[in-house]
């Protein structure tokens, strides 16, 4: 394991295993980013476990999928790391980052952004599919030979386009209810023409 600084925000024994928080200093980013971390049972004693990457959607941060879907006894009972980024950069207070749900804190729609001013660090893309996967390898027992992707709304988007984008990168990828057709609709439309 190559160890990339992680730091413990909080910890609840669940299910036999650990629902945890971490954050950490994103280089892509250039902020700190919280994810939370589900350990189930077999993480102390078994190595190379399987990873569940699980992106939110619109509004959320590390915190939903946690609290409102109840994923943990069934990670638990499988062994399955479970991996859940925050849906956005957070504390830059851009020009109109606050000024809607739909885009910005917490919209960041899981693209890499190339207009202003959300060039710099509206890089979710590149965070999801490339810097966070190395922080969890480094700090975790497992199998990145055993990654899936999954996700809900703007989060099925970015699941999508990450799995399309990197064939043989996840073992499966399954959304629900994703922003498929994003350019076909408001919430897409706005974002893509922000950020692209």
């Given at each position: 394991?190559?160890?990339k600084p992680i730091k413990l925000?909080?910890?609840?024994?669940c299910y036999g295993g650990f629902q945890c928080v971490?954050?950490?200093?994103?280089?892509i980013l250039k902020c700190t980013m919280k994810?939370?971390?589900y350990l189930p049972p077999q993480h102390e004693k078994k190595k190379n476990l399987p990873i569940v990457y699980y992106l939110s959607g619109l509004t959320c941060t590390e915190q939903n999928y946690i609290m409102?879907?109840?994923?943990?006894?069934?990670?638990?009972?499988?062994g399955i790391v479970v991996i859940n980024p925050d849906t956005s950069p957070r504390g830059f207070d851009l020009p109109g980052e606050h000024d809607?749900?739909?885009?910005?804190?917490?919209a960041g729609f899981y693209v890499n952004a190339t207009e202003e001013p959300w060039k710099t660090n509206y890089r979710m893309y590149s965070y999801v599919t490339g810097e966070l996967p190395t922080v969890v390898s480094g700090n975790f027992n497992v199998n990145v030979g055993k990654s899936a992707i999954s996700g809900h709304s703007m989060g099925g988007h970015g699941a999508l386009i990450a799995a399309l984008r990197n064939p043989g990168k996840y073992k499966?990828?399954?959304?629900?209810?994703?922003i498929a057709n994003p350019s076909e609709c408001p919430w897409g439309q706005k974002a893509f023409?922000?950020?692209l």
């Open positions: 394991m190559t160890n925000v909080s910890q609840s024994k971490y954050e950490h200093e994103s280089s994810f939370g971390c409102k879907s109840g994923f943990q006894r069934y990670a638990a009972k499988h809607s749900y739909d885009f910005g804190s917490g499966c990828c399954s959304v629900f209810a994703p023409t922000g950020y």
